[in-house]
């Protein structure tokens, strides 16, 4: 092939060689600890097993190179995590399998790569990174290579070692260099058939030792930090890949030859938590681009999944579909040994995302790659670089253009000026790499140590200055991000902060949305901090909205705009108040803000509504700062509704439109998706890139089509006199995620025979305690009638719901009309009535969604209001996220009812007894048969009354002294007589007999 690649491989090629894929469960965490989590994970060799204890209960099993269990079984020797039995694996027997097999196979020239994927908070740094004496895999092989290096050079100079640095980012589908500075801009993915995908323009800098890693990392972090405020970017959702390139020239037989190895290593954004709604993926907006770039993985994964079963039939494997998948290709489909590791939480609450986690993983051992030794003789390396370069500015000049340089067979035509691009940039990357070749590494070398101690010494110099200067420290959701942004007010003055755009110029320079030019000064005076806001800046100090002065304490929060976030650290106050017996608790990221959302009244047991909003509150400030700066007329806001089965309550968010009066709730994974489509309209309308402006309306994330279903509003019914076999029939008022009620709901249920017949009083049918239907069947009807006081604004009303475990709604007809008559009826059976199904009726609830369209309001003419003013007319700066409805009491009032309707059936027993006992006196007997006495009081099971519960205590005692039972008895007891009775017969139940009392107190 006389255009090959620049690296002339050797003759013998690897077999194909399946992606090695180990997987790692961790301890539970604390919020896990908390929510009383259960281990839902067990191991067996490299087999993985996962269980549905929240679900079904069933099984499932997955078998991979490696399954690590880290979960228990080890103690605390000095800091590093020991095992005390042979399951537990360590960060040693992790990297001896795993970590070792990239380190041979680099010094042999194979390009390696190492994946790590997980849900956020599942342990990929731990396995990856580590921390103190727990080093993870790429410390201890960047370690390694260092020593070995250090090793062979100590045999003369003959051969020379040459480790170089390389960090990127991936965000909404632009790649960025972390090592670039303040030179922040969006690099070129550029192809040609001998490289494959390359970045144009990827900054690659020598270093000497683990320590220079370090450094070039932490500088590459600070710099993620900065653009990720600037950018308004969730650095969770950023792929970040960094490489090792080692280069060995080695002296043999006389020649020169050079062997290059590039180690990449992937850490992939976290996989989010699955909505519980069921309405994810139905409307999702496709243009969302951090999603994009997990699922083209995903599908990328799978088609060389199916390649690798199929090695004779041609399988189109979408690698073009994302900046992700380009820059992976070698490391999946071609030259390179590639090892993934999977994280996977214990717990039970995250089952979804683990299982979603091993199937991943499990697709992936299907890969098959082939990997090539890298090696070259160095002069002809140079050369053919040379030669190639030649020929590439011949094509530049006007010669004839060789496609086949520039681009895949498979790969569509290219326009003229991306040939042009292709051919520039493949030139400065041989330029670069022929460069590297000849120029002297010890000077470049040098030059790059010498950059890294002057990093290090401001580094010094500002951590001085952190012991007795107050700053302000950014707070990140991403733990390893905080700390990286520091402003000092070192001399006693006036600070200036706000935007570039600041006249005269801020002394502290802050971007990111909702920073006005001149928004706040900070006055230093003799360590004393005050803080003076700029009128109409949005401040918030300890999650309190701040106008005028206020002075600044130590540890206090603060927010600027809708995303700078930071903590006030005072070294002079600390100290007094240590001496004092102070304890500063030091907020995280979510504590602060929760704070600011007033999240504290929540619910404190709901840990995954608490995660939820606090990952949506920053969200919401961000969405409606965008929609003010692009004058969208749209507002954001939590809504907190119940699930179907009312288990837990989920944040959902509501979208206003000010332009029609509609809202719309979207799942919280459809309103993260929107918003990262949100983020690069954004960025365009900051770059003075109007493309923003011309957007598709369907594909625009802050429209919805007007004709689109949305949840009006929901009722809550409780199950529980269900287990009683009593009827329940109620209206209910339909109440939106405001609080407002929408009209009324008509909701029956009626337990039935088989044949559909309805269960009534002559029947006399009644079960005391819900346990005793396990085992037994179970009919009934479900019947929504109708609906009543619907406003106009809506139509196209009907009504669904889940029961029980139903994986699909049951939905009603589609009416329009103020009073729609749904007419619905549905039989439900159970047939045999589980454990499970009565614990789901005494403390579940059936939840019914009304559902329809919107009839638009248009805004009045003449209201030329921007989107900021029209939400500064309803500006609560401390609002609560709502409640779609008050379930708790919707069910109180449906166990009154319940309860009237079991006390009734217990009446109807006392009636029919002191029937008997009438019927007795009238014919002068002075005795009753016990077995009329039972077929009365066992009408199904026993009594649950007082007075009931002793004429069963009189009648045992009767039947055991000889089958009769005496009237005098029966009319004459004590009240101690009936206590004990009472408390003998409560004793025996699971069902309180005050429950009707005790519901009327809390009402």
């Known amino acids: ?193 001998a490289r494959g995908f390359f970045v144009q323009g990827l900054k690659k800098v020598p270093v000497g ?92 994964i799978a088609a060389l999944a199916k390649q690798s079963e199929n090695p004779g039939k041609k399988v189109i494997v979408p690698f073009r579909d994302s900046s992700l998948t380009m ?53 002809k390396l140079i050369r053919e670089l040379r030669e190639e370069n030649e020929k590439l500015k011949k094509m530049l000049e006007g010669g004839a253009i060789d496609k086949s340089m520039i681009k895949d067979d498979d790969e569509d035509d290219l326009s003229e000026e991306e040939i042009q691009a292709r051919l520039k940039a493949l030139m400065e990357e041989n330029e670069a790499e022929k460069s590297n070749i000849e120029q002297e590494w010890k000077s470049k070398l040098e030059a790059a140590q010498k950059a890294i101690q002057d990093m290090e010494a401001e580094k010094n110099r500002k951590s001085e200055m952190m012991k007795s200067v107050p700053h302000l420290k950014n707070l990140n959701e991403d733990e390893q991000l905080c700390g990286m942004v520091v402003h000092f007010f070192g001399e006693a003055k006036e600070y200036k902060i706000g935007s570039k755009d600041g006249e005269p110029a801020n002394d502290i320079v ?107 509150a920053p969200m919401i400030g961000e969405v409606n700062a965008m929609s003010c700066a692009l004058d969208k007329k749209v507002k954001f806001e939590i809504a907190v509704v119940p699930d179907p089965n009312l288990k837990r309550k989920t944040a959902m968010v ?57 949840r009006l509003g929901t009722i809550a019914t409780s199950l529980k006199s269900l287990g009683y076999l009593i009827e329940q029939e109620q209206t209910l008022a339909i109440t939106n995620y405001q609080g407002a009620s929408l009209g009324e709901l008509r909701v029956e249920y009626y337990p039935c025979k088989e044949n559909g017949t309805i269960i009534t009083e002559d029947d006399d049918i009644f079960v005391d305690d819900p346990d005793h239907l396990v085992g037994q069947p179970l009919h009934f009807q479900l019947k929504i009638p109708y609906a009543r006081g619907i406003s106009k604004r809506f139509e196209k009303i009907f009504c669904r719901y889940k029961f029980f475990l139903d994986n699909e709604y049951t939905t009603t007809a589609t009416l329009t009309g103020a009073n729609p008559d749904f007419k619905f009826s549905k039989q439900h059976s159970c047939t045999p009535v589980t454990d499970q199904f009565v614990r789901y009726m005494e403390g579940g609830s059936l939840v019914v969604e009304v559902w329809g369209t919107q009839i638009p309001v248009p805004m009045k003419q003449g ?73 009365i009081l066992n009408s199904n099971t026993a009594s649950m009354g007082i007075a009931v519960a002793v004429f069963k205590m009189k009648a045992k005692q009767a039947k055991a002294e000889g089958g009769l039972f005496k009237v005098a008895a029966l009319t004459v007891a004590s009240n101690e007589e009936a206590r004990d009775a009472a408390s003998g017969s409560n004793k025996k139940k699971k069902t309180s007999a005050n429950e009707p009392s005790k519901a009327c107190s809390i009402l």
């Open 1 to 193: 092939n006389e255009y090959k690649s620049y690296l002339s491989f050797s003759k013998t090629m690897a077999e194909g060689e399946s992606v090695k894929v180990a997987v790692r469960v961790r301890p539970f965490n604390t919020r896990e600890k908390n929510m009383n989590a259960k281990l839902c994970i067990r191991m067996s060799g490299p087999t993985t097993y996962i269980k549905d204890l929240e679900g079904d209960g069933q099984e499932k099993d997955f078998s991979f190179d490696y399954s690590y269990w880290s979960f228990d079984g080890f103690d605390d020797v000095d800091g590093y995590l020991t095992p005390t039995n042979s399951q537990y694996a360590d960060q040693k027997k992790v990297f001896d399998d795993v970590g070792l097999s990239i380190r041979e196979n680099s010094w042999k020239g194979f390009n390696c790569s190492l994946f790590a994927y997980g849900q956020t908070g599942s342990g990929k740094s731990y396995s990856i990174i580590g921390y103190g004496k727990n080093k993870g895999i790429v410390p201890m092989y960047c370690e390694d290579l260092f020593v070995r290096i250090a090793e062979l050079q100590k045999e003369g100079p003959k051969n020379t070692y040459q480790v170089a640095f390389s960090m990127l980012e991936i965000y909404n589908e632009n790649v960025f260099d972390l090592l670039a500075g303040k030179e922040r801009k969006a690099l070129k993915i550029r192809q040609s058939k």
């Open 209 to 300: 030792s683990y320590k220079e890693i370090e450094d070039r990392m932490a500088e590459g972090t600070a710099n993620r930090t900065v653009a990720a405020t600037k950018m308004n970017a969730t650095s969770s959702r950023a792929h970040t890949v960094v490489e090792l390139t080692l280069t060995q020239k080695i002296a043999e037989g006389g020649a020169n030859v050079t062997k290059t190895s590039s180690v990449n290593l992937v850490d992939l954004a976290g996989s989010e938590r699955a909505a519980s709604t069921g309405a994810t993926g139905d409307t999702l907006k496709q243009g969302a681009a951090i999603n994009k770039s997990l699922s083209s993985l995903g599908n990328v």
């Open 327 to 379: 820059i992976l290709k070698n490391a999946l489909g071609g030259n390179s040994k590639t090892v993934m590791i999977a994280a996977l939480s214990p717990a039970s609450v995250n089952y979804e995302e683990t299982l979603s986690t091993l199937r991943f993983a499990n697709r992936a051992k299907q890969i098959k790659t082939k990997a090539v030794i890298n090696e070259s003789p160095t002069d």
């Open 510 to 616: 802050l971007s990111g949305l909702e920073i006005d030019p001149s928004h706040a000064i900070v006055n230093n005076s003799s360590g004393k901090l005050v803080l003076l806001v700029g009128e109409g800046a949005k401040v918030y100090v300890n999650g309190e909205y701040v106008t005028g002065k206020i002075e600044l304490m130590h540890s206090d929060r603060v927010l600027f705009g809708a995303n700078n976030l930071f903590t006030v650290i005072n070294p002079a106050e600390e100290a007094a108040g240590a001496k004092a017996g102070i304890e500063y608790h030091y907020f995280t990221y979510y504590d602060a803000m929760a704070e600011i959302q007033n999240l504290g009244d929540q619910d404190k047991s709901e840990s995954l509504l608490q995660e939820d909003l606090a990952e949506l």
């Open 654 to 710: 509501s979208m206003f439109s000010y332009l029609t009066s509609c809202t719309y709730l979207l799942p919280r994974e459809e309103f993260i998706s929107r918003k990262y489509k949100m983020e690069e309209m954004y960025q365009q309308f900051i770059n003075e890139d109007e493309s923003w402006s011309s957007i598709d309306p369907k594909e625009d994330p802050f429209t919805e089509e007007e004709s689109k279903e949305t």
């Open 863 to 935: 209201d030329s209001r921007t989107t900021k003013q029209l939400m500064a007319a309803n500006f609560n700066p401390n609002q609560t996220p709502k409640l779609l409805m008050d379930p708790e009491k919707q069910m109180i009032l449906t166990e009154l009812e319940s309860a009237k309707k079991r006390a009734d059936k217990q009446q109807n027993k006392l009636v029919k007894i002191q029937q008997l006992i009438d019927n007795a006196k009238d014919s002068n007997a002075t005795t009753i048969s016990v077995e009329q006495l039972q077929e």
